[in-house]
Nanobody
Framework: QVQLVESGGGLVQPGGSLRLSCAAS????????MGWFRQAPGNEREFVAA????????NYADSVKGRFAISRVNAKNTVFLLMNRLKPEDTAVYYC?????????????????WGLGTQVTVSS
């Protein structure tokens, strides 16, 4: 059974940083793209970042470009999201996702496996 488990969320002040982790089990995703999405109350789930299987290609939403960085360690079947200069509008539940393809798609329908999410709250 495939599982994606996110960790690292929490409460942080504006301007602060957090690093989210997503550990996959049940199969390896070293040949697949992985991504992060987020969903705030009353909003649809939105794309945040994605990374290619080898980690050489990344894709970011305009709202996080230059502040967030996605990375992966295939040997640990884990993907990370480093979030810097956080803003109140970054507050959301953050979801890890794994695709069965190599494409760093921004569409949630391109991803086949999802974690349960971790809450990130940016507030003073």
């Amino acid at each position: 059974q495939v599982q994606l488990v996110e960790s690292g969320g929490g409460l942080v002040q504006p301007g602060g940083s957090l690093r989210l982790s997503c550990a996959a089990s049940g199969r390896t995703f070293g040949s697949n793209a992985m991504g992060w999405f987020r969903q705030a109350p009353g909003n649809e789930r939105e794309f945040v970042a994605a990374i290619s299987p080898g980690g050489l290609r990344t894709n970011y939403a305009d709202s996080v470009k230059g502040r967030f960085a996605i990375s992966r360690v295939n040997a640990k079947n884990t993907v990370f999201l480093l979030m810097n200069r956080l803003k109140p509008e970054d507050t959301a539940v953050y979801y890890c996702a794994a695709s069965l393809s190599e494409a760093t798609s921004i569409s949630p329908i391109a991803y086949n496996y999802w974690g349960l999410g971790t809450q990130v709250t940016v507030s003073s």
